[in-house]
């Protein structure tokens, strides 16, 4: 089975920054895009980042030029490098990734990690 685990969510002030990480691992074939997600409070889930198998990357406006999303296709991880963050960052942010499993190599299954909370606060 297939599964996306996420590291790195905490507390940090206003203007920091954080990294997190997501490990896919599992029976899989091969992984085409990888992004990330988040949900605040009261709000419903947004797309971040995200970056294709080869590279291509985007981003939700509101964090753009902030964040930044990167892959190693070796290790089937994904980053997101979270600079100058705002109080309105805090959520719970997910990884998801769209992988084709040995299990089933006819078809693209999109995955999501458990989430890691994320709080900007003084």
């Known amino acids: 089975q297939v599964q996306l685990v996420e590291s790195g969510g905490g507390l940090v002030q206003p203007g920091g920054s954080l990294r997190l990480s997501c490990a896919a691992s599992?029976?899989?074939?091969?992984?085409?895009?990888m992004n990330w997600y988040r949900q605040a409070p009261g709000k419903p889930r947004e797309l971040v980042a995200g970056?294709?198998?080869?590279?291509?990357?985007r981003y939700a406006a509101s964090v753009k030029g902030r964040f930044t999303i990167s892959r190693d296709n070796a290790k089937n991880t994904v980053t997101l490098q979270m600079n100058s963050l705002r109080p309105e960052d805090t959520a719970v942010y997910y990884c998801?990734?769209?992988?084709?499993?040995?299990?089933?190599?006819?078809?693209?299954?999109?995955?999501w990690g458990q989430g890691t909370q994320v709080t900007v606060s003084s």
């Open positions: 998801n990734a769209k992988i084709r499993s040995t299990m089933l190599l006819s078809s693209w299954t999109a995955y």
């Open positions: 599992g029976s899989i074939y091969s992984i085409d895009a």
């Open positions: 970056v294709t198998s080869d590279g291509s990357t």
